[in-house]
């Protein structure tokens, strides 16, 4: 593959890029705007049309990990999974 055509590419993805930047901020704030309104109103579930717009409050319960490790590093170690991936970086 020629230097050119990657360079090609790299502008495209660029571009892409941006697209994806100014869409997502757009995307935000409209479920900001729609998240203000439901507050306004207090509701946690709305339907409109043919959908139902839910934001509501979810609790979860997640593994403190950097508490385990502090606390039982024995136990923290054993349970530790290597993982492998890869990473693709454009600077």
Not at 62 to 89: C, N, W
Request: overall charge positive; some cysteine; hydrophobic content about 35%.
């Amino acid at each position: 593959m020629t230097e050119r055509r990657i360079e090609r590419r790299l502008n495209r993805l660029a571009e892409l890029k941006a697209q994806i930047a100014e869409l997502t901020a757009e995307v935000d704030s409209i479920k900001d705007e729609i998240k203000a309104d439901m507050e306004e109103k207090g509701l946690e579930e709305m339907c409109c049309k043919d959908k139902v717009i839910r934001w509501r409050t979810i609790c979860s319960n997640r593994l403190d990990g950097k508490a385990l490790k502090q606390a039982h590093p024995r136990i923290y170690e054993r349970f530790l999974v290597p993982t492998m991936s890869r990473r693709f970086t454009v600077v």
